[in-house]
Structure formats: structure tokens, C-alpha cells
């Protein structure tokens, strides 16, 4: 090696060495971190691991990896003490959240079972039940249908006597919030469940209401399921003043309490308000009912509600599973806990029975019932003792005449008084408008 060349490699040996350490050391400093992060392994990971290979290699019957893993995962949510968790598989998943935006039903017609079997009980504007004629007063029965998902309706007007199929494709219509006038300043708003978007519905429909006169609301929240914890808060709030007690909720077994407080001015403080309730009313639909009872802001009409006072997370799992645990508890703004188990749900102050839901009143009983003696030529087809059977013989003539035009001429009229028949809807009515809830 010259002179040259041996200089220049002695001007270059700290440098190399510098290199050659930073690196070393930046591998180190990478395992030790890496180390860090790293979890130590799990012995619980590496039994499951254990089980899950002895089947893939030994059980008797085949299965994919996959298969097993959607078992394994299903059975170990089923496994936990909550009644409400559940392991949702992709399209389980993809059905439950296309529900939350856009809830589906019955398109656009209410049916109620009475002492005349079931009967149509409303038909919503411009909706598929609408376009297909149906109408208050409608004799219904239900048929099974060849088409999956498909609602299969054999219909018949009062004083007809053929039947009449009309078939809806399966997915139904929107089920969103329906505003049915009740007459005399009263509205009923039917919440169907608590969808994306549901308090926005509530605010309009009760915005357009208002000023067009209305001065009692009555909510019907019976056969409401629940939904999104939020928007039964959302909801909650529209009728409450600011700053006024929600909810409290309790996370984790009690580890993380909260109040959830009321953020702005309620936009309807003289609005009147009822909430019909019964057996079948839960989850957010109790937490609207038991915050608007504990602030004076609503009269409850009708049943002790379902119970549920739980609300679930829904956690993305990879491949588009998903699992929905119980992760807290609600309580009312006075701290009650409407737990099945504890205190049987949240509690009407008007009670009505279920058994006095099923008769109609009298008087839209006996007009009903008049078509079918006048038209028909015969007696009411009632079993003894449900109803007074010579009362309905002798309808005349001039009572089917007057059914026949109401309902033609006038159906949100024939509509509002069917409606007001309901027993839950008459005790809702019965406070005076101007009264404190």
C-alpha cells in the first residue's frame, strides 16, 4: 500500500468506526424497543392455539380454519353471563348496521289485533300501503309467502265480502317516524325504534306540527326496541331544559361514572306531552320515558316498560366480523335503574292493562260492526259475551251509509278516531292539555 493511499484509508477509520457502531447500536436500540412493545406471549393464546390445531389435525369432522374460528369466536361470546352480547358474522353485521341508517317494516300501515281480529289501524301518506288501498277499518290477515321477506296481506273493507291479496316485496318500506294527527290540537308521533337520524325526524315532524297548532305530542314508543344509545339521549334532550340531568352513566362495572347533562334549551317548553309504554319498550326508548318522567316533562300512559338497563358497544373485528358486548349501565336522572331484575322496568303514571288494549270502543265497534249486519244481511259474527251482540243486530242501515262516507270523503278524520279508540291514547288524552305533565 503507498503512502497515499495509507493516509487516506487513516483519515477514513473513525469514520467507519463511528458508522459501523451507530448502526450496531441502532439495531440494539430497534430490539430493545421492539422488545418493549412486543406483549410476552399469552399461555390463555397459546391453549386456545392447542385445541384449535388437535381439531383441524384429529376431530372427526372437517372444517376449514375459518369455520372453526367463527365457532370458536360464536361460542365464547355465547359463553358470557350477558343476555345481550352477540357475534355478529359479516352479513349479520352489514344487516345490523343498514338497519340503524335505514330501519325497514311494515310499509306504511299499522295493524292492531281487536275483538274484530286484526284490524288496519293506520295508513301513512304517499306510502306503499297507501298506493295499494288500504285503509282504516280494513279487516287484515296475514298469509305465508313464497317470497322470502316478502308480507303477504289478505284484505277486506268492512261491508265487502270478498277478500282481496295484496303482496309487498321483501325489505318493506322505511320504518321511520310517523306523525298521525289525533285531532283537537293532539298529535301522536310513532317512534319505531331509535335509527341514525331519528331525533332529526322527531324536531321536524313536531316543528311542522306546532305551528300548525299542535299542542300535545303523544309519543308512542310501545314496541320500541331501542337502538343507538345517542340518539335516545339526542331525543331525550329536545324536551329538557339545559343543564338538566340525561343520564348517569356507570362503565365497567361501576370504574367510570358519568352524568350526562342537557346542552341546550329545550325548543317547545309549553308543548304538552304523553308517552305511551308498555312490555315491549326498551333500552334508549326507557331512557327517553324515565328522563322526561323524573323532570315532570311527560305523562306515561300505559305498562311497566321491558327493562333494560344495559347499553351495548359494537366492536370491528377483522374480515368484517363484529362483536356487540354490554359495556355499562343507565340510570334515570333521579339515579333509578330500570333493571328487569332489580325494579321490573320503568313505570307509567297512567296505568292501562294490556286486556283493555284489545276491544275497540264501543262506538267504533258498533259502526264497524253495523256494516257487517247492514250490508251482509246478518248478525256480527262475536263470540258470546265479548261484545253486546243485540246492540250490534240492530245497527242500521244509516250507520253503515255514514262509515261508508267517512271513510271515503274524510280518511284522516275516520283515521284519527280510530286512532283515539286506542285505550292508550284515550288515557293520554284524558289530562287536560293546560295541565302540568
Given at each position: 500500500m503507498t503512502a497515499r493511499r495509507r493516509g487516506r484509508a487513516r483519515r477514513w477509520a473513525p469514520a467507519a468506526w463511528f458508522a459501523a457502531g451507530a448502526l450496531v447500536?441502532?439495531?440494539c436500540l430497534g430490539a430493545?424497543?421492539?422488545?418493549?412493545q412486543r406483549p410476552a406471549p399469552d399461555p390463555r393464546a397459546a391453549l386456545v392455539r392447542g385445541v384449535f390445531d388437535a381439531i383441524l389435525a384429529h376431530g372427526d369432522q372437517p372444517m376449514t380454519p375459518q369455520q372453526l374460528d367463527e365457532l370458536a369466536s360464536r361460542r365464547m361470546v355465547e359463553a358470557l353471563s350477558d343476555p345481550w352480547a352477540e357475534f355478529l358474522a359479516p352479513a349479520q353485521r352489514q344487516r345490523y348496521r343498514a338497519e340503524l341508517?335505514?330501519?325497514?317494516?311494515v310499509p306504511g300501515v299499522r295493524l292492531r289485533e281487536t275483538s274484530l281480529g286484526t284490524l288496519v289501524e293506520a295508513v301513512a301518506p304517499q306510502s306503499p300501503a297507501e298506493r295499494a288501498g288500504l285503509r282504516p277499518g280494513d279487516r287484515a290477515r296475514r298469509l305465508p309467502s313464497s317470497a322470502p321477506g316478502a308480507l303477504l296481506l289478505d284484505l277486506r273493507a268492512p261491508g265487502e265480502t270478498a277478500w282481496r291479496q295484496v303482496q309487498f316485496p321483501p325489505g318493506g318500506a322505511p320504518d321511520?317516524?310517523?306523525?298521525?294527527?289525533l285531532g283537537d290540537g293532539a298529535l301522536l308521533l310513532r317512534v319505531p325504534r331509535f335509527y341514525d337520524g331519528v331525533t332529526r325526524d322527531v324536531e321536524r315532524e313536531l316543528a311542522v306540527a306546532v305551528r300548525g297548532g299542535t299542542s300535545h305530542a303523544v309519543f308512542d314508543l310501545r314496541g320500541n326496541p331501542g337502538g343507538l344509545f345517542e340518539e335516545g339521549i339526542a331525543l331525550?334532550?329536545?324536551?329538557?331544559d339545559s343543564g338538566r340531568v340525561v343520564t348517569t352513566v356507570d362503565a365497567r362495572g361501576g370504574a367510570r361514572r358519568q352524568l350526562i347533562l342537557d346542552r341546550a334549551p329545550q325548543r317547545w317548553p309549553g308543548l304538552h306531552v304523553s308517552v305511551l309504554i308498555d312490555g315491549t319498550t326498551a333500552s334508549s326508548a326507557e331512557l327517553v320515558a324515565a328522563a322526561w318522567q323524573d323532570h315532570d316533562r311527560a305523562r306515561l300512559v300505559g305498562a311497566p316498560t321491558f327493562g333494560k338497563g344495559v347499553f351495548q358497544t359494537t366492536v370491528a373485528l377483522p374480515d368484517g366480523y363484529a362483536v356487540r358486548i354490554s359495556?355499562?349501565?343507565?340510570?334515570?336522572?333521579?339515579?333509578?335503574?330500570?333493571?328487569?331484575?332489580s325494579s321490573g322496568?320503568?313505570?307509567?303514571?297512567?296505568?292501562?292493562?294490556?286486556a283493555d288494549a284489545t276491544p275497540l270502543a264501543a262506538g267504533e265497534e258498533r259502526l264497524l260492526m253495523g256494516v257487517e249486519a247492514a250490508v251482509l244481511g246478518r248478525a256480527p259474527l262475536l263470540q258470546e259475551g265479548t261484545v253486546g251482540s243485540p246492540a250490534f243486530a240492530a245497527a242500521s242501515a244509516d250507520e253503515a251509509e255514514r262509515l261508508r262516507h267517512w271513510r271515503?270523503?274524510?280518511t284522516r278524520a275516520w283515521q284519527a278516531s280510530f286512532l283515539r279508540s286506542d285505550p292508550f291514547v284515550r288515557e293520554a288524552l284524558a289530562a287536560e292539555p293546560g295541565a302540568a305533565p
Open positions: 447500536g441502532a439495531l430493545i424497543f421492539s422488545a418493549r341508517r335505514q330501519p325497514t317494516g321511520r317516524v310517523e306523525a298521525l294527527p331525550a334532550e329536545v324536551l329538557l359495556s355499562g349501565r343507565w340510570y334515570s336522572p333521579s339515579g333509578f335503574s330500570p333493571d328487569r331484575a322496568g320503568v313505570r307509567p303514571d297512567a296505568r292501562v292493562a294490556p271515503a270523503d274524510d
